[in-house]
């Protein structure tokens, strides 16, 4: 709009508010089933380019296609008039398209060239395509000309022209030679963009015939070529170095113009020797650097998408040694026009209000038209609802009928725009496009869109409901946009639920509802971690994750972000990755990706694969001396794992062949060291690598390096000298060994004397020993004695001289003068005088007091018992003390001195006495006796007095309901009592009892108890107790009592017979009989039973019980479990089976079974049998199968005794009732009465039945 032009008044205002509503206008909606019952002015959908160069080998198409409701029809024209494409034959639009479809062959291609345009039209109006100029694409030949050869001198500058045929579109020029080889370009040569070819300078080499300039068509896919160009260089005067200057373009200044959007291209092109560089510079500005390239050795500048800020002054400068050039170009940005703001297509409802704004901008500022269904606004039919102002049609109160489509063209020198945008007029009730009852699922705090697409005229009104009953509108929690969709940008688990949009107009209402669920985020909770491992072992990467539950998860493993090598050893759990048996393929990243349908999370995890170094290589040794070499070599393969530091390891070939020893460590940084060596010595070396993971395998021994024998460079080690008897010294060492003896005949020599008595060296030479003895010395005195290592090739340095002692003896005096002190009733200390030096015959270890309790002050005579104790006292002491002695009691001791050799004498006995202490708790305090008011007390005195019993104390405190101790009463009693009543004491109350024994030094440790007096209430006669008796079962000692009393609790107390231990107890109220398990068999229980009530207060109990639990016999093994027996059994079953049925068939064949005579032969002596009327059974005959037999008989071989099987057969069913076996037969044919005597102490064997037989084993 121009920005000078006058508002008229109040428009201002009106086009703010129409604007608001443009804002909102209807889209049209892409449902084809809303499309299908909905009016529509046609709208271009597909058309060809504005500029059409077209093959004349191929056939013209130009694309126009529309849609609309109805179906819109297509009319042309061509270069602005009608185009009547039925009188022409070769044009064919296709069906249901508006698309031309020009026939070419044969014909001109000229005569269809021109400016075509499509326009689609159905009752609701018309839509325009652009102007779409056609062109036919052109090749030309060159002319022909004739190329003079070009001469030129060294040094100087060159332009070799192509200049090509104007072909359509411009050709693409290349530099060829005679082989179609493309001429090399550098920074000296290069083809300018017109496609003329520069040389800087000239040099020799430029010189050939066949620079040749070829041009490509693209379109017909032709090259032409122009005549070679032949060039001769002249070196008789060649040119010498000069400043720059420029060849393109020429001057100091150009001009270019570029339109907006298209690729600047600024060309600078310059001669010079030496060759020139080339830079840019835009003044007053920088190059936007994300648009902007350097091509042609940065001759020439290329800005892409060029804008109005593009603008400017462009400096390139040419620079060698000898100087500069600068040339300016001058950019103009031009603009075709562009759009701001194109038109849209609107849907109105009768009586609204609509505008079509067509904002574009350019250079210079486009001019804008309208047109109507394809005519001029101008020209076409008066609308009074209708105000053209510039780039803006305002529509009013429109009406139905008023449908059309709008077109906007804007248009300047460089182009122009054409808009197409239709105005509707419907009035349709509101739809709702979202399918209904859609589930949308997102993660916790991630946005959240509920879709509600509608469609309806006027445009609805759409509100949302949570719930059926929560209104929505705009918050900070929820957003609604201008299409319906509601936005919650962050969505927590309370927003799920059901959710209701309501689309609404003047016609009508139409609601939908939709669901949203928001799920737990999947969230990885232990990463995978960083594992270096070593090459065939395992690793375990393990991932563990959260995810919601109503999620499927996916677990997906990676490596190095591709798939995990199809590999057994990859082994792929719930949340784990192992990897068995690790090869150096495995290193990599490795990443666990937990997938759901909604979301996914990921980590990632290096492997590295380590293993020990190789061994090192190449063992070199330089620098070869007497005593050193240098010693090189080649690390090998670290494995991921730094070198820490090599060891250097030699072999003694002379003095140890085949052990190799450690020499030296050298860091892992490291490849060569200096090694140290001994004379006498055949070296060889090798190196081992250690790294994190270990020691490498050696290296191969180094070459042999032998050095030359010497005298020792040192003497023996560990030399001593000790006595181990009272006459002599014996002198030891640690031998060297061969490989320090520096040469042979290796030999020590050993001297010693007397210390402080200035006698001369003694000495001995010894071969092959490491101790000398030295004989005739006195008895412990010091001695000075080295040893030094000599061989044939001299002596080692001098020794180090040693100071040792002679043999010890055993000290010849007993200390003197020994006195005891006694500090209190347990501790004494003992003095005496030390023995002198020289008696002790060797060196002091120290004093032994021996001492043993007599008998007590109160005994008169000794206890041989008492065992005698000692303690040792170290080092040169003349006091030490007794800890830990009796009180009140006599005591000896004597003292005796300790040297290295054993005791000396013992010193004269010494007697002395403890002093009185504190006496030790009284054996026992019990209860004898309880009355309602008053306690009866026993006990014995201490087991130890520790001096002369004074007394006691007793102390008793009464125990509320609640465990609180009352106010302590306290009696003192004499030594002679042990017994005492406790009165005026209340009735059903606890009491804590304390006594204690005390002497002339105090009160000893006390003995405690507690005890309740009688309740009132207590029934005055009868005992609570009746008798009790004892039993043992294979689960315990069965106990069983009368009980007639009324106490809170009863239990059942043990203790094993002759222990110390307190009673265990066990709750047994409400019963009159308990079972004490897991006692110790073989072992003897005092048992009680005891009535309490109160804290634990003793009432009344049982007369102790003792019950002893036999030991565990050996188990016999029960011989119906046995397999044989359980075989057995049914082998015998299976046989008396067989036997019944076989007997069965004979009955029915009529004949008897003898039973009477088998009885007969077999008569049990002890059981007879029974008879009906004479005593005796008569034989069985068929005519007495169904009547039951009258008795029973043991069977013929004897009674089968209880005692030795468990599984008898001796017992059968009673009654008359017939028995069954498995298959139903002999059915009342044998019952008989179960009889029992008593045999030895046991049930009697009685005559087994077929059917119990087979019971049995039931």
């Given amino acids: 709009m121009d920005r000078n032009r006058k508002w008229e008044p109040g428009f201002g205002a009106v086009l703010l508010i129409l604007m608001s509503h443009m804002t909102s206008a209807l889209e049209v909606p892409l449902d084809p089933k809303v499309l299908e019952g909905l009016p529509q002015p046609p709208t271009i959908t597909l058309q060809s380019p504005k500029d059409y160069i077209f093959d004349p080998r191929e056939n013209i198409v130009i694309h126009c296609e529309a ?96 200049r090509p045929p104007a072909g359509l579109p411009p050709p693409v020029i290349l530099w060829m030679d005679n082989n179609f080889q ?152 031009k603009a075709a026009p562009f759009w701001i703001s194109a038109p849209r297509n609107l849907i109105l409802a009768p009586n609204e209000t609509g505008i079509l704004t067509c904002r574009v901008n350019g250079e210079p500022k486009p001019n804008v038209h309208w047109f109507v269904n394809g005519v001029a606004m101008d020209n076409a039919p008066e609308d009074r609802s209708r105000k ?44 709702v496009l979202t399918p209904p009852n859609q589930v949308y699922q997102v993660i916790t705090n991630n946005p959240a869109l509920l879709h509600c697409a509608s469609f309806g005229s006027p445009i609805p009104i759409i509100t949302w409901f949570k719930d059926s009953q929560i209104s929505i509108k705009n918050s900070d929690t929820y957003v609604i946009h201008e299409n319906g969709t509601l936005e919650m940008n962050v969505a927590q688990p309370l927003n799920s639920g059901k959710y209701t949009c309501i689309a609404t107009n003047n016609l009508g209402i139409k609601e939908n509802h939709v669901y949203l669920e928001v799920k737990e985020p999947t969230r990885i909770l232990k990463q995978p971690e960083y594992k270096v491992v070593q090459r065939g072992m395992s690793a375990v990467f393990e991932c563990k994750v959260k995810h919601d539950p109503s999620l499927i998860p996916t677990m997906i493993w990676l490596k190095d972000k591709g798939e995990l090598p199809d590999d057994e050893r990859f082994e792929v759990d719930m949340d784990s990755l192992t990897i068995k048996d690790i090869r150096d393929a ?102 081992l ?142 003095h005496w005088e030390p023995v002198s030096s020289l008696s002790v015959q060797g ?59 054993g005791e000396g004498p013992p010193s004269l006995n010494k007697t002395f006495e403890t002093p009185e202490g504190v006496p030790g708790p009284p054996s026992f305090l019990n209860v004898v006796k309880f009355g309602l008011d008053s306690l009866t007390l026993e006990w014995g005195p201490p087991m130890d007095n520790n001096g002369r019993l004074a007394g006691y104390t007793l102390i008793y405190q009464a125990v509320n309901n609640t465990s609180e101790l009352g106010p302590g009463k306290v009696m003192t009693l004499q030594a002679n009592k042990t017994t005492v009543t406790l009165g005026s004491l209340d009735s059903s109350m606890l009491y804590k009892l304390y006594l204690s024994a005390r002497t002339i030094k105090g009160p000893g440790p006390n003995v405690s108890n507690e005890a309740s007096t009688v309740m009132e209430t207590m029934p005055p006669v009868g005992p609570v107790f009746g ?33 110390e231990e307190n009673w265990k107890k066990e709750l047994v109220n409400g019963t009159h009989s308990h079972t004490i398990k897991g006692l110790k068999p073989g072992t003897s229980y005092r048992v009680r039973v005891v009535a309490r009530d109160g804290a634990d207060g003793t009432v009344h109990s049982t007369s102790e019980v003792l019950v002893t639990v036999p030991a565990v016999p050996n188990r016999q093994v029960d011989i119906a479990t046995q397999g044989w027996f359980i075989g057995l059994m049914c082998a015998i079953a299976l046989l008396i089976l067989v036997l019944l049925i076989v007997c069965f068939i004979k009955r029915n064949k009529g004949g008897k079974y003898p039973v009477k005579e088998k009885e007969d032969a077999h008569q049990d002596p002890e059981i007879q049998p029974m008879k009906e009327d004479d005593g005796t059974f008569g034989e069985y005959s068929d005519t007495e199968d169904h009547k039951p037999l009258k008795g029973s008989r043991t069977p013929s071989n004897g009674t089968v005794r209880r005692d030795e099987s468990d599984d008898s057969l001796v017992d059968y069913g009673e009654g008359g009732d017939g028995q069954f076996n498995e298959d139903g037969s002999f059915i009342g044919q044998y019952s008989g009465k179960k009889e029992k005597d008593t045999h030895e102490g046991n049930e009697s064997s009685e005559a087994p039945s077929p059917v119990n037989a087979m019971n049995s084993f039931v």
């Fill in 67 to 162: 849609k609309g409701k109805p179906q819109p029809s297509f009319l042309w024209t061509r270069n602005g008039t009608h185009f009547d494409m039925d009188k022409d034959s070769k044009v064919l639009m296709k069906p249901g398209s508006g698309t031309l479809v020009i026939d070419i062959s044969g014909e001109k291609a000229e005569a269809y060239e021109g400016t075509y345009q499509c326009a689609a039209h159905n009752e609701h109006g018309t839509a325009l395509s652009n102007n779409i100029v056609i062109r036919q694409s052109r090749s030309p030949l060159w002319s022909k000309e004739r190329n003079e050869a070009i001469v030129a001198q060294m040094g100087v500058s060159l332009v070799l022209q192509c």
């Fill in 182 to 333: 493309k001429l090399p370009l550098d920074k000296r040569v290069s083809q300018a963009l017109n496609g003329d070819l520069y040389f800087s300078n000239v040099l020799q080499e430029d010189a050939r015939s066949d620079y040749i300039c070829y041009a490509r068509f693209p379109h017909t896919q032709t090259i032409q070529q122009k005549q070679p160009i032949s060039v001769n260089v002249l070196n008789n005067s060649p040119e010498g170095e000069r400043r720059p200057g420029f060849m393109l373009p020429l001057g100091p200044t150009s001009t270019k113009m570029v339109l907006r959007g298209e690729t600047l291209e600024l060309e600078c092109i310059a001669e010079g020797l030496p060759t020139p560089d080339i830079s840019w510079q835009k003044e007053g500005g920088e190059f936007p650097s994300s648009r902007m390239s350097y091509h042609n050795f940065k001759k020439t500048l290329r800005i892409s998408d060029v804008n109005e800020a593009d603008g400017g002054n462009y400096r390139c400068t040419a620079t060698n040694k000898v100087g500069t050039a600068d040339h300016v170009i001058k950019v103009t940005v």
């Fill in 388 to 431: 053209v102002e510039d780039d803006t049609v305002i529509l009013s109160s429109v009406q139905t009928g008023s449908s059309a489509v709008y077109q906007c063209n804007a248009s300047n020198e460089f182009g122009y725009l054409m808009a197409n945008a239709f105005v509707s007029v419907l009035a349709e009730a509101p739809r």
């Fill in 586 to 687: 495995d290193e990599g990243t490795y990443t666990c990706i937990m997938n759901t349908t909604l979301d996914q999370d990921s980590a990632s995890a290096m492997l590295t694969v380590v293993e020990k170094p190789d061994a090192p290589t190449d063992l070199e040794l330089t620098d070869q001396t007497e005593r050193s070499v240098q010693l090189t070599w080649i690390p090998g393969d670290e494995h991921n794992s730094p070198t820490q530091n090599f060891l250097v390891q030699y072999e003694d070939l002379l003095h140890q062949p085949g052990v190799w020893i450690n020499l030296t460590e050298v860091a892992g940084t490291s490849t060569t060291t200096q090694l140290q060596l001994s004379p006498y010595v055949y070296y060889s070396f090798r190196v």
């Fill in 689 to 830: 690598a250690r790294n994190e993971v270990g020691y490498s395998r050696p290296s191969e021994p180094s070459s042999q390096y032998r050095t030359n024998p010497a005298a020792p460079d040192e003497n023996p080690s560990d030399v001593q000298g000790v006595g181990t008897e009272p006459n002599n010294l014996v002198i030891s060492w640690t031998p060297l060994t061969g490989f320090q003896s520096n040469g042979p005949g290796l030999e020590y020599k050993v001297l010693w004397r007397q210390k402080d008595v200035g006698e001369e060296w003694s000495s001995k030479s010894v071969a092959n020993l490491s101790r000398f003895v030295v004989s005739g010395t006195p008895t412990y005195v010091p001695y000075e004695f080295k040893v030094q290592a000599f061989n044939d090739y001299g002596s080692g340095p001098d020794a180090e001289v040693k100071v040792g002692y002679s043999g010890e003896d055993v000290p010849l005096s007993a200390p003197d003068s020994v006195q005891v002190m006694a500090h209190n009733s347990t501790l004494a200390e003992v």
């Fill in 843 to 901: 060196k002091i270890q120290g004093y032994k007091v021996y001492y043993r309790r007599l008998h007590g002050l109160h005994e008169t005579e000794e206890h041989a018992d008492q065992q005698e104790q000692v303690l040792t006292f170290s080092g040169n002491r003349s006091e030490g003390r007794l800890p830990g002695l009796q009180p009140y009691s006599v005591y000896n001791l004597f003292v005796k001195v300790l040297n290295n050799k």
């Fill in 1027 to 1059: 008798t009790v008796n004892t039993s043992v079962s294979e689960e315990g000692a069965v106990i069983s009592w009368e009980y007639f009393g009324h106490h809170k609790n009863v239990f059942v107390e043990y203790i094993v017979e002759n222990s």
